[in-house]
């Protein structure tokens, strides 16, 4: 998220933690598409503009 940033205390300690959860992230992104689904990303951040939203998923299922 582009409004996203590190905390200032333990900094490692939350570099290390959106690592592994990107890490994680790719995998589960990863085993949906190895069973045949399709999915789309929204962050959180992302939930303060309902039209960026909608234009998203129209976007997404305008393909199927």
């Given at each position: ?8 205390t333990r900094k490692e300690f939350w570099e ?11 995998e589960v992104q990863e085993k949906i598409k ?31």
């Open positions: 998220c582009k409004y996203a940033s590190t905390p200032k290390n933690k959106f690592k592994v959860n990107l890490k994680r992230d790719a190895n069973i045949g689904w399709q999915s789309v990303v929204i962050w959180e951040c992302d939930t303060r503009n309902i039209s960026f939203i909608k234009k998203r998923l129209r976007n997404y299922l305008i393909r199927f």
